[in-house]
């Protein structure tokens, strides 16, 4: 479901997939944000930025939490849903169109940078010379994850299996989840300050878990409106037999929070 690799397939447009995101990958659960909350993040006025915001899903909690909040993304179609969505929740967000790299804040103005399912996408070095700029001398990066876990016999591995049939170039089935206290890739420049994994049972209906499906790099953000509806006709078909109406999916969370050392010279 998730790979980690540095590199951006320029076909995968998460933009196709904002209406069944919005509905359908509501974010992490709530559990989440109160270990975060005692790691110091997502306090009442801090000042955060979550990059790679999607539908706004971690910028409009942490809103919710009474944090000062901007939130980029480089598809202008999540943007617009994602103010939608905060409009309707009715949270401040300063939202703007850009990638990571591109993305402005004010120097040294930030308590905290979250990049939630996000950060592979990024230019690490690039980053690093934001975060630089933009956070308080003892601010933190939180790179985190929310991710099916395709156990054997489970829905989530079947439903794996007939993404792979539509779409063979996908490479992101078979995750196991990050047990490590090292996120990969990452420059030296950056020293761990906490982390946590832990795994919980996150519950669907059959229509959620289709939408859920839809929503992903595999499915809704790669192939064309024709491929993903012969797609979701067997998928429908698929639930039908071997899953409940209901039914709960484990997902494995883990959270990666990191500062930035200082520039060193040889």
């Not at 975060?36 to 939490?65: E, F, H, W, Y």
């Not at 309707?88 to 120097?107: C, G, I, L, M, Y």
């Not at 829905?155 to 792979?164: M, W």
């Not at 998928?235 to 959270?255: V, Y």
């Amino acid at each position: 479901m998730y790979e980690l690799s540095s590199e951006q397939d320029p076909q995968i447009d998460w933009g196709k997939t904002s209406t069944d995101y919005a509905k359908h990958r509501p974010g992490p659960p709530p559990s989440f944000y109160h270990r975060l909350k005692a790691l110091n993040v997502g306090l009442p006025s801090q000042r955060i930025m979550d990059l790679g915001t999607g539908t706004g899903v971690i910028a409009r909690q942490l809103a919710k939490q009474g944090c000062h909040v901007m939130a980029s993304d480089i598809s202008a179609e999540q943007i617009r849903m994602a103010a939608a969505l905060a409009k309707s929740d009715k949270v401040r967000v300063d939202f703007q169109v850009a990638s990571a790299e591109a993305t402005h804040a004010p120097d040294h103005s930030l308590d905290v940078v979250t990049a939630n399912q996000c950060f592979l996408y990024f230019d690490p070095e690039q980053l690093v010379n934001n975060l630089r700029r933009w956070l308080k001398p003892d601010g933190v990066l939180v790179i985190s994850h929310f991710s099916w876990l395709p156990a054997p016999g489970s829905v989530a591995a079947a439903s794996e299996k007939l993404i792979l049939q539509h779409n063979p170039n996908w490479q992101g089935a078979n995750y196991t989840g990050l047990t490590r206290p090292r996120y990969p890739g990452l420059p030296p420049e950056m020293h761990y300050s906490g982390y946590f994994y832990y795994d919980e049972a996150i519950p669907f209906t059959r229509e959620a878990w289709m939408g859920r499906i839809r929503a992903s790099r595999g499915i809704g953000a790669t192939l064309n409106a024709d491929q993903v509806a012969a797609f979701d006709a067997e998928h429908k078909q698929l639930l039908r037999e071997i899953a409940e109406p209901e039914f709960s999916i484990t997902h494995r969370i883990d959270a990666h929070l990191l500062r930035v050392g200082p520039v060193t010279t040889r």
